[in-house]
C-alpha cells in the first residue's frame, strides 16, 4: 500500500513556441527536492492532454517527499494557446497514417517546459512518455546531459523511429501490454533488443493501449525502476 503524501498541485503557465502552455506541477508540501520528472503524454488527437489517466495517474502516484513532476498541454490543447490540432483534415489523416502533418513540432512543447522546469528547479532528472509522447520524450532526452532515465510507455514503433535508442546509454524502462494493438509486441521485442544498455522491458496483460484500470501497477513498476519501491 502507498503511503499518504501531502501533495500541491499547482498549475502554471510556460512560455511556448506558439504562445502559452498550461502546466500542472505536482511536489510533497515539505519537499527537499532531489528528483525532477517531466511527463510527455499521447497524442492531442488520442486524448493527449494532462488529465489523461495515465499523465494523471503518474504525476499523483509518484509523488515523494523528494520529487516534483510537471504534466502540461500541447500547443492547442485545453488552455494551451495555438491552432487547435483537432480538425477533419487532421482526424482523416490521423487515422490513415497514424499520424499529422508537423506532428514533429511537437517537441518543441517538450523542450519549453523542459526549459522552463530547469529554470524552476535547475535540471530534469527523468522524462516520461507515453504512446506519441513516448517518441517525442525518448528524441528529445537523448542528448541531454542532465536526464539519467528515460520511462516510455507503449511506445509507437510502427509509426516513428526509435533508432535513436540504439545510441543511448542512459537508463530505460519500456512498459506495454501484451495485446497491445498499436504495439506490434514482435516488433517491440526486436527493436529493444537492438537499443543500448541500460534497459528494461516490462509486457503484462495492461488493458491494451490504455492502461485503464492498471495505472497504480504502472506506477508501482516505475516507482520500482526509480528506487521507490512501493
Not at 488527437?45 to 499523483?60: A, C, I, W
Not at 502516484?61 to 502540461?72: E, H, I, M, Y
Request: charged share 25%; hydrophobic share 40%.
Amino acid at each position: 500500500m502507498l503511503e499518504t503524501v501531502s501533495k500541491t498541485q499547482e498549475n502554471v503557465n510556460i512560455p511556448g513556441p506558439k504562445g502559452t502552455l498550461e502546466g500542472i506541477l505536482t511536489y510533497s508540501e515539505n519537499s527537499t527536492l532531489k528528483q525532477t520528472i517531466l511527463i510527455v503524454g499521447p497524442h492531442p488527437l488520442l486524448g493527449g492532454d494532462f488529465n489523461n489517466n495515465v499523465v494523471r495517474e503518474l504525476s499523483q502516484q509518484l509523488v515523494r517527499s523528494d520529487t516534483l513532476t510537471l504534466r502540461f498541454n500541447f500547443r492547442g490543447v485545453g488552455c494551451s494557446e495555438g491552432t487547435p490540432i483537432v480538425s477533419t483534415d487532421n482526424i482523416a489523416k490521423f487515422w490513415a497514417r497514424s499520424e499529422i502533418d508537423d506532428e514533429a513540432a511537437l517537441q518543441d512543447d517538450v523542450e519549453a517546459c523542459a526549459r522552463w522546469l530547469r529554470s524552476l528547479v535547475g535540471k530534469v532528472d527523468v522524462v516520461i512518455g507515453y504512446s506519441f509522447g513516448a517518441w517525442l520524450a525518448s528524441r528529445w532526452a537523448a542528448d541531454q546531459k542532465d536526464v539519467n532515465a528515460m520511462i516510455l510507455f507503449a511506445p509507437t514503433i510502427a509509426q516513428h523511429d526509435y533508432s535513436h535508442l540504439k545510441r543511448v546509454t542512459k537508463r530505460k524502462l519500456i512498459l506495454a501490454s501484451h495485446d497491445d494493438f498499436a504495439v506490434p509486441l514482435s516488433q517491440l521485442k526486436q527493436q529493444f533488443s537492438q537499443w543500448a544498455e541500460p534497459k528494461e522491458l516490462h509486457v503484462e496483460e495492461m488493458d491494451n493501449h490504455f492502461f485503464r484500470g492498471c495505472e497504480r501497477q504502472i506506477s508501482n513498476c516505475v516507482r520500482t525502476f526509480l528506487g521507490d519501491a512501493a
